[in-house]
């Protein structure tokens, strides 16, 4: 194991932990003679933690990469995305619900790949995801949240009223797991206007965020 992986890992803090950083002291060991025979022999000890913590990195090095990494769950599948919001193909910018608290807020994410109908146009040489189409999917993660029973938003009555306070961090391009959170930070249910916080990620970078205003209600 490398040295400053060995710094970094559980194994080595305790090792570190666990032996004397000064001379064992007899009058001491007296005293506490369960701790005298914990470390009767702390250079031994040593060593098979190391051996053990080695052991550990090399299965975790033999796993094969696909099979190191879970998939996200579905809370909601496409699906059911569908009976909730009204878009459609091209428009439908989001592929699976994977967290969501009634009331609260819903993370969803939308796999970005080459054959997605905008990558033609921007940009031919250098695929990235638009901006504004960043924006709307999520929206459509705040639909989620707005167009249930604990809000009270209906489908035939919902619109996208505005945005404040948008950055654009990182492109996001072919290829990449846009991750989206959408928050409920304020609700006037009479007159169905909802404030929502937003923020995109890919992976653990934050790629997008902004405020969202949005309008539902029943006719």
């Not at 000890?45 to 080695?54: E, K, N, Q, S």
């Not at 031919?124 to 504004?132: D, F, H, L, N, S």
């Not at 009555?157 to 989206?180: E, Q, Y």
Request: aromatic residues 8%; hydrophobic residues 45%.
């Amino acid at each position: 194991m490398e040295p400053a992986a060995m710094a970094r890992s559980p194994c080595y803090a305790i090792s570190q932990a666990s032996l004397p950083s000064t001379p064992l002291v007899p009058g001491r060991l007296a005293i506490r003679p369960r701790r005298r025979l914990a470390l009767s022999n702390p250079a031994a000890a040593a060593r098979r933690l190391v051996a053990r913590c080695t052991a550990g990195d090399k299965t975790e090095a033999e796993t094969p990469i696909e099979k190191r990494f879970p998939p996200f769950p579905a809370v909601m599948d496409i699906n059911q995305i569908r009976d909730i919001l009204p878009h459609r193909f091209p428009f439908l910018l989001i592929d699976k619900v994977i967290d969501y608290k009634p009331g609260e807020y819903a993370v969803a994410i939308k796999n970005v790949t080459i054959n997605d109908n905008f990558f033609p146009g921007h940009f031919p040489e250098r695929p990235i995801m638009p901006g504004v189409l960043m924006v709307e999917a999520m929206a459509q993660v705040g639909g989620i949240v707005m167009l249930q029973p604990e809000v009270g938003g209906s489908r035939e009555n919902f619109f996208f009223a505005g945005i404040d306070k948008v950055r654009f961090r990182k492109p996001v391009i072919a290829g990449d797991t846009l991750i989206m959170r959408m928050t409920l930070i304020k609700l006037q249910k009479r007159f169905g206007i909802a404030k929502m916080e937003g923020k995109a990620y890919v992976g653990a970078d934050l790629v997008c965020e902004g405020e969202f205003l949005m309008a539902t209600g029943s006719e």
